[in-house]
Structures are given as structure tokens and as C-alpha cells.
């Protein structure tokens, strides 16, 4: 890979031990993927941030990096292991929240902005068309690259930070215009109705897609909250974190239509709530918000569960970004959904907190979020907003 004069001084450890790592870890990568060179990015956004997932050597690396480097472009986290002022509410060891607190130290001396969210489009990381950026969350990554036409890889928590440090990442992947074009034809025969339609849709498609990059046709109207939750399905079932829908997204119009079709129909959409929906009756977790929750579904929650109680016995979990929870506050959603035994889960999500073996069956309208909460022994079931705020009260799912 080609480095400037100055890329190679960073490379030469003028810019201090944080920068030379970082361009160490660049450099490796570019070579590895061909690169030629470096591009600047206007944004990153570093995937983990959890201390349950990073452990005392990921402590340790950051602890390291941050002693002498300060990133150079703005500079936002996906989410940690706990709620970062509330974390006792919900059962977050003293143990755990010390860690994690160092994790948030380090990243802070760093000068990243301690935003600890999935949707960093939603608080003022917003790229434009066109803009290259360094984001590691998958979901985040899908939207920038599809529904805000940004152009992004799925960077690793390393490599987002190495950009970070030195404001470029190597150009390659997703960059590239020729790696851009859609593979697959995909046509939507079916009725898309309610949030969680959008998460079996990603799920049928990424099954049958098979990473490529799919484009959408049959699509006539999506809203911002159905693209956030489509985004994070379908890059966890399968596809490349790209999408074109004919006539809503960025460049759509520009791509040639691929040959290879296949159609999404309504036998498919029974399918997947079929496997992501296990057998059971009685639920003891309900999170909504994987991505985190926009001021509109935190909206909505509130409006449905206004003089009603959530369950004894069972927890309801809204999980946002503390940006978005502020304006809750100012609207009066939070004190009605506290008051009704709710709890506000900011910085983190059901993926990243320690959860495993503290809860039986999860409700939520997150496709991605029934994929996680499985890997920490979690039974599962994903429905609308109103039957999972119906499950809080009364601890059933209503099939
Ligand atoms: Fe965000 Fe966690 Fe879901 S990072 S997309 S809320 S699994």
C-alpha cells in the first residue's frame, strides 16, 4: 500500500505510540485486502465497548492506547455492557460496573464522545452521501452504507479505533465503487405491516440471499424506525451490509437490475417468525429498541402502556441512546413509562450486558435481538410493539 509522507511518519511512531499502533493495524489490513492506499473518513464509530465482551487484555489495550492519543475525527461508541448512571437498576454487578467504568475512561481520554449507541445517525453522526467513514456496528454500517448512502466496511472494534487515531482507513470493500453494485434481484411479494415484519423480512432475505447485496423491488413506502430494524436483520441473517430498494434509497435508480431473482413471499415471512418465535407462553424479559429506540417508538411505548403496570416478576427494557432518552424526559414518556414499572436502559443493550442465565424468555420486535438473546440461553419471541408491551403486563404472549 502507497502511504503518504506524513502516513509514513505516523508509521514511524512521530505522532506518539497510539497513532504508530494504529497505523500498524491500518497498514495490515490494507495489505491484506489489497488496498491501495488510505482515505480520509469523516466519521467512526467503535464497536466494542462492552466489558464483557472485551475482558482485562481488551482493558488493558485501550488503557494502553489512550495514554498518549487522542483521536482525530469525531468519534462515537456502540453500546457498552451497562446503563452508565443506572446500572444498579438493573442488575449490573459493583464488580462489572468498575470495569466497565475503566472502559469509559480510557475511551474518554481518548476524546471520543461517550455516546454508546447503535444509532449514532440518530444523535449527530451523520454522514452525507458520499461520505467515507470507518463504523463497526453491523447494523449501523448497513444503514450508513444503504439507507444514507455513506460508504463504510464492517470494521472490527481495532481497526474503527485505528482509524480513529488516524483519521483515514484503508481504501478497499465497500469504498470501491465497482464492490458497490447490487447482486441479486429480490422481489417482495408480500404485505409488510407491522415493526417486526421488517426484522422476519431481513431474516427470510439474508437466508436466502446469501451474502450479496440485494436489490429491493416491491417496496412502496418505509419509514426511518422500519429501515433501522430491516438494517440490523438482514446483515445478522446474511446479507452484505448494502441494500438498494427501488425508489427509496440513495442510487437506487443508478444500479443496473441483477438477472439472478429470487422473490420474498408471504410463506417466507411465516417462516421466519416460525424460527425466530420459540414455543413458549410465559415471558420474564421484554427489550424493545435493538437499534436503539427513536424518540418516535419511545413515543409509541409510552402512548401504549400509559395506566397500565408491567407484570411482578417481569422486566421491560427500553433500550436508547441517553440523547434520545433526554428528549423522553422532556416529553414525558420516561415518567410514564417508569411509572409504570419500566426501565430506561441507556448505553447498552440486551446483546452486550451480561445477561445470561438472568432471564427465561425475551419479547421483542427485534429480529437481531432474538438472535443474540439465544446465544445468552434466552428462548425467544418477536412480535409488534404492542404485543411486546402487552407481554410486559401480563407476563404471556399473546399468540
Ligand atoms: Fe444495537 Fe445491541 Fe441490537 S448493538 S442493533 S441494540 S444487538
Known amino acids: 500500500m502507497e502511504l503518504t509522507t506524513q502516513e509514513q511518519a505516523m508509521l514511524n511512531g512521530e505522532e506518539g505510540y497510539a497513532v504508530r499502533k494504529s497505523m500498524e493495524i491500518l497498514v495490515v489490513l490494507g495489505e491484506i485486502f489489497e488496498a491501495k492506499n488510505l482515505i480520509d473518513v469523516s466519521s467512526v464509530q467503535v464497536a466494542g465497548v462492552s466489558y464483557h465482551n472485551l475482558g482485562d487484555a481488551g482493558l488493558e489495550f ?6 498518549d492519543g487522542k483521536t482525530k475525527v469525531l468519534t462515537t461508541l456502540n453500546p457498552a455492557g451497562m446503563d452508565l448512571e443506572n446500572w444498579r437498576q438493573l442488575g449490573i454487578s459493583e464488580e462489572f460496573a468498575k470495569k466497565q467504568n475503566l472502559v469509559i475512561d480510557a475511551f474518554q481520554r481518548m476524546g471520543i464522545l461517550v455516546s454508546c449507541t447503535c444509532t449514532p445517525y440518530l444523535i449527530g453522526n451523520l454522514p452525507l452521501y458520499g ?10 454500517v448497513t444503514f450508513a452504507n444503504a439507507v444514507l448512502g455513506a460508504r463504510t466496511n464492517r470494521e472490527g472494534g481495532p481497526s474503527a479505533l485505528a482509524a480513529a487515531f488516524v483519521g483515514k482507513t484503508p481504501c478497499y470493500g465497500l469504498h470501491l465503487n465497482e ?18 415484519d421488517w426484522g422476519a423480512l431481513g431474516y427470510a432475505l439474508g437466508k436466502k440471499a446469501e451474502n450479496k447485496i440485494p436489490y429491493i423491488t416491491g417496496i412502496k413506502t418505509a419509514q426511518l424506525d422500519e429501515l433501522k430494524n430491516f438494517c440490523a436483520s438482514t446483515v445478522t441473517y446474511g446479507t452484505k451490509p448494502l441494500f438498494y ?5 440513495p442510487d437506487a435508480e443508478q444500479q443496473t437490475i441483477p438477472k439472478e431473482t429470487i422473490t420474498i413471499e408471504d410463506c417466507d415471512i411465516k417462516n421466519a417468525y416460525d424460527n425466530i418465535n420459540d414455543n413458549i407462553d410465559d415471558i420474564d424479559f421484554i427489550c424493545v429498541g435493538c437499534p436503539h429506540c427513536s424518540i418516535k417508538e419511545i413515543q409509541e411505548i409510552a402512548d401504549l402502556i ?43 443493550c440486551m446483546a452486550v450486558a451480561p445477561l445470561k442465565g438472568r432471564f427465561n ?3 421483542t420486535t427485534s429480529a437481531k435481538g432474538c438472535f443474540y438473546s439465544r446465544q445468552n440461553l434466552m428462548k425467544t419471541k418477536m412480535g409488534s410493539m404492542k404485543k411486546c408491551i402487552e407481554a410486559a403486563v401480563s407476563g404471556k404472549w399473546n399468540n
Request: hydrophobic share 40%; charged share 25%; with cysteine.
Open 131 to 140: 461520505e467515507h467513514v470507518a463504523w463497526s456496528e453491523s447494523s449501523a
Open 245 to 249: 430498494i427501488k425508489n427509496i434509497t
Open 361 to 363: 424468555a425475551l419479547a
Open 62 to 67: 485501550l488503557a494502553s492506547l489512550a495514554k
Open 306 to 348: 400509559q395506566n397500565k403496570k408491567v407484570k411482578q416478576g417481569v422486566e421491560l427494557w427500553v433500550a436508547t441512546s441517553r440523547t434520545v432518552k433526554q428528549l423522553a424526559d422532556k416529553r414525558g414518556y420516561t415518567t410514564t413509562i417508569e411509572n409504570a414499572g419500566g426501565k430506561f436502559a441507556c448505553d447498552t
Open 179 to 196: 464492490n458497490r453494485a447490487p447482486d441479486i434481484h429480490v422481489k417482495i411479494e408480500t404485505k409488510l405491516g407491522q415493526l417486526s
